[in-house]
């Protein structure tokens, strides 16, 4: 029930009761709205700038973690950036030196349109996909990097491989013969000097005075340093690579089996022993167990004027050969 208010009026000397104009009632009514509104906005803004809300903890942690990724790959990139480097000045030693030109870009075209593909794909992602994406792409990179690496590794293989092999092929003359005068007999069917009989001649015939130093023509192991019935005092060398080469017929051999020769070196010195008929070194290339004409094999020590004299004088020597 509605309380009823009175109040003494001096003038009538009585009690009336108290009637609220309507102007008052409405600003009283207005001063309560004001004064809850103004109360509201102070909470919320108290409640908003001191009390966070789930989503600002969620961006909280979104924009820690993205902040976390960054870094990490900012510190990747840099350390692709270093492996690439490497690469690319390994890149530049290997190809340079071997084929002496920079290989080029087959379309500059392609590598346009990857590149905008990219771009167009990027700029349609949310952060969160963006990290994802980018995070895979370094992935990528960084295996194809190793990938890339091993296949240098391979090449550096090779090269170091065919060094090796160059030095290991027979490539010189086994006796000194600058003025090309001591192949006596070539490579081919020759009459046997004590048979009389056309044989088989699987290599060429050095003629020079008893004593002559015999060389190497490549890197290798001696395999045999001993004495045959037809050979006389011989060497064999193995070079590796399918290569072997022979040398018969010396008066003194210098090393042994076994012993690792460098091309070059003095392995023994000419004589006669053996099916002989005169001082001569006897020489043989044999690739994976096949003969071939060595004449083939003089290219480390001769120019191609000598090298061309060389093939004549070898094809046009004596019908005889001396062992």
């Known amino acids: 029930?509605?309380?009823i208010k009175y109040f003494y009026n001096t003038n009538t000397l009585r009690y009336e009761k108290l009637v609220t104009p309507l102007r008052v009632r409405l600003l009283r009514v207005?001063?309560?709205?004001?004064?809850?509104?103004?109360?509201?906005?102070?909470?919320?803004?108290?409640?908003?700038?001191?009390?966070?809300?789930?989503?600002?903890?969620?961006?909280?942690?979104?924009?820690n973690s993205m902040k976390e990724n960054y870094a990490t790959l900012k510190s990747e990139v840099k350390t692709l950036q270093d492996q690439i480097a490497q690469l690319e000045k390994r890149d530049n030693e290997v190809y340079r030196s071997i084929f002496e030109a920079n290989p080029v870009p087959d379309s500059m075209r392609v590598k346009l349109i990857e590149k905008k593909k990219e771009l167009d794909k990027v700029e349609a992602l949310n952060d969160d996909q963006l990290s994802n994406e980018i995070a895979n792409s370094l992935n990528n990179i960084a295996a194809r990097i190793s990938y890339q690496r091993t296949s240098y590794d391979g090449i550096e293989k090779l090269i170091n491989n065919q060094e090796a092999k160059l030095s290991s092929i027979p490539a010189i003359q086994p006796l000194s013969n600058k003025d090309l005068t001591r192949i006596a007999s070539g490579f081919g069917m020759r009459i046997h000097p004590i048979y009389g009989i056309p044989k088989m001649h699987n290599g060429l015939d050095f003629t020079a005075p008893q004593g002559t130093p015999i060389y190497a023509t490549g890197d290798g192991t001696v395999t045999t340093a001993g004495v045959g019935n037809g050979t006389g005092n011989h060497v064999i060398i193995n070079h590796g690579y399918g290569y072997e080469t022979v040398y018969m017929h010396m008066v003194r051999i210098k090393v042994r089996d076994g012993q690792h020769v460098k091309r070059g070196e003095v392995i023994g010195w000419v004589g006669s022993t053996g099916a002989s008929t005169g001082p001569h070194c006897h020489y043989e290339v044999h690739i994976n167990g096949?003969?071939?004409?060595?004449?083939?094999?003089?290219?480390?020590?001769?120019?191609?004027?000598?090298?061309?004299r060389l093939l004549k004088l070898a094809a046009t020597g004596s019908a005889k050969s001396f062992d």
Do not use: C, H
């Not at 207005?30 to 961006?59: C, E, H, N």
């Not at 003969?291 to 061309?308: I, R």
């Open 1 to 3: 029930m509605k309380k």
């Open 30 to 63: 207005f001063g309560f709205v004001s004064a809850l509104l103004v109360s509201s906005a102070l909470v919320i803004w108290v409640y908003t700038r001191f009390v966070p809300r789930p989503t600002d903890k969620v961006m909280e942690y979104r924009y």
């Open 290 to 308: 096949s003969p071939v004409d060595p004449v083939y094999f003089f290219y480390n020590d001769l120019n191609a004027e000598q090298y061309d």
